[in-house]
């Protein structure tokens, strides 16, 4: 399910040669060519991995002067498609080293309810999902994070709070390590992601 | 002790949750004073897993006594998963149905179970029964109908007096005709109605050396589908392990050789009695800690003076282990199971007599000698 606030990337195995009319997609696995409109091929310009999709939508709207609700709608829709001939792919947070868009920075995780925690003194813990008999070691910053994903903070407000209980946390890395760290637990199935209200 | 080198709390907890039996096995380790507990009602066991929970154990062994003989059975498995546990269920199989099935498909009791052991002693029921009376067609029923509906099934051969020239017909029937992928052996060990009926059921070197080259002959046939943790199959691992050390000086590094070191359960497991009686290890009956009723495991775990002492067992050089201080094997040795050492000598800080490879390599020499 395609969400306005994602933000798409191009498959590093597609080829896209634009003409005045549209444009054709040379998808390198299976040798196909793919033949795309003047629309698509200005959605496909914008897939940089900077803009989302509602900014996408935007231009669009702008572009062709229609209600941004159609755009947004059409946008989408080709999205959906895209993803699904794994012509394009949501962005990893990582590889925008750290920068977060306003949406993320607000972003809350909650533990998984059925996660048991084994905290180890000074070490930090262990996760155990019973329901897929999965472990996950967690060191002292992995625990406090975990701790705190209680679907109250948000992912800012994480960071701070481990910036002051951690002195030696490099404030250059902690962004990307704790995005990282969120992806990660998501991916595992250890956290999921408050839905917005 | 270090203390950062014990975890916070067990792993796992080995649990006998009745002293109740539909059956009467010759080796049975739950007999005399242990039937005579009484089982902890609903409550306390849903208490005591909440503890658990909260303790982050990962996992339960469910044992008996015979599990299913509990009528509250699945409201117990039913507070495990609440409390973020999987669980392993010892059963001998007999009561076992479809509707037991049924039952065991409910909500997450088969997602989070990690297996069901049957025991399985004979081929036939005519050796099958002499051990376990009365109970083969019931527990291959029961052994059938788990597999048919893809439970994680385990099957556990005890062998014994009875059943060690079937051991082959065993593994072809549970390998071939059953079709389970492995099963495991043990040895009927001198503990509860099996120190009763040590005579008639407990091997002697000579049939524990002949145990062992069946087992290595059907490991040859079957590779990898037999497997065990203790009894003539493990020994046989272990003995060799002491032979190719002494030879070639290289020491195996599957465990210290020379010191008390064979078990390490006390760092990551602890049982549990049907009465709530904790003890290190279901196989040390008599090394009561406390009880879930009114003690904290937490504070049993870390604090026990028998905990610590159990422990420190690994710090005993086997050279100083009373009767092993001239044992020509004892720079190889690590004393084996503290269990039975406690059982027939009365000290957890012995070798365990029962595996003492010197002992088997003088007694198969003199049974040898008088064969010929």
């Not at chain 1, 989302?52 to 498609?81: F, G, K």
């Not at chain 2, 699945?74 to 669980?87: E, H, K, P, S, W």
């Not at chain 2, 390490?264 to 008599?286: Q, R």
């Amino acid at each position: 399910m395609i969400h306005e606030d994602q933000i798409f990337v191009l498959s590093s195995h597609i080829a896209v040669e634009s003409f005045s009319d549209g444009a054709l997609l040379f998808m390198a696995e299976n040798r196909q060519l793919l033949e795309f409109n003047l629309t698509a091929d200005r959605i496909l310009s914008y897939t940089d991995g900077h803009h989302s999709v509602q900014e996408i939508a935007s231009i669009i709207a702008n572009m062709y002067d229609i209600p941004l609700r159609e755009a947004l709608q059409d946008t989408m829709i080709l999205y959906e498609e895209l993803h699904r001939q794994k012509i394009v792919f949501p962005e990893n947070p990582l590889n925008k080293k750290g920068i977060m868009t306003q949406v993320e920075r607000n972003e809350r995780y909650m533990r998984n309810p059925d996660v048991g925690l084994r905290e180890e003194d000074e070490d930090g813990g262990l996760l155990f999902n019973p329901d897929t008999n999965q472990v996950k070691v967690l060191n002292p910053t992995g625990l406090f994070v975990w701790k705190h994903c209680d679907s109250h903070h948000g992912i800012e407000s994480i960071i701070l709070k481990l910036q002051e209980a951690f002195d030696d946390v490099p404030e250059k890395e902690v962004r990307a390590d704790v995005l990282s760290f969120l992806e990660e637990m998501e991916k595992s199935g250890f956290l999921g992601k408050v839905l917005h209200e | 002790m270090n203390k950062g080198t014990i975890l916070s709390s067990p792993k796992q907890i080995d649990i006998a949750i009745t002293g109740r039996c539909n059956l009467r096995c010759e080796y049975c380790f739950y007999a005399d004073e242990m039937v005579a507990r009484t089982d902890l009602p609903t409550q306390k066991w849903l208490n005591f897993f909440e503890e658990l929970g909260k303790l982050g154990v990962m996992r339960v062994c469910l044992t008996g006594g015979e599990v299913f003989t509990r009528s509250d059975f699945f409201t117990l498995l039913d507070g495990i998963i609440a409390n973020r546990m999987r669980y392993q269920i010892l059963s001998n199989g007999t009561l076992i149905t479809e509707n037991i099935l049924s039952q065991l498909s409910i909500g997450k009791r088969r997602l989070r179970m990690d297996s069901i052991q049957i025991s399985i002693d004979g081929s036939c029921a005519s050796i099958h029964d002499k051990s376990r009376p009365n109970s083969f067609d019931r527990a291959v029923q029961g052994l059938s109908l788990l597999k048919k509906a893809g439970y994680p099934v385990a099957v556990r051969v005890t062998i014994n007096r009875y059943n060690l020239h079937d051991l082959e017909n065993i593994a072809r029937f549970l390998l071939e005709d059953m079709g389970l992928p492995s099963f495991s052996t043990n040895e009927a060990m001198p503990i509860g109605s099996g120190c009763q009926n040590a005579a008639s059921m407990s091997l002697t070197s000579t049939e524990r050396f002949q145990a062992m080259q069946t087992l290595d002959h059907l490991l040859k046939r079957y590779p990898g589908r037999l497997t065990a943790q203790a009894g003539p199959q493990a020994k046989c691992k272990a003995y060799q392990e002491m032979e190719d050390a002494r030879e070639t000086g290289i020491k195996t590094t599957r465990w210290e050789m020379g010191f008390l070191t064979a078990c390490g359960c006390v760092f990551s497991t602890m049982a549990v009695y049907h009465d709530g009686s904790i003890v290190p290890c279901h196989m040390l009956p008599g090394v009561v800690l406390g009880n879930i009723c009114h003690d904290s495991l937490k504070e049993i775990w870390h604090t026990h003076p028998q905990m610590k002492a159990l422990r420190e067992r690994r710090s005993i050089p086997m050279h100083k282990v009373q009767g092993c201080q001239t044992c020509e094997w004892n720079e190889y040795c690590n004393g084996s199971c503290p269990g039975l050492a406690h059982q027939l000598t009365g000290d957890f800080n012995r070798a365990n007599p029962t595996d003492c490879y010197r002992k088997f390599l003088l007694e198969k020499e003199s049974n040898d000698a008088l064969r010929s």
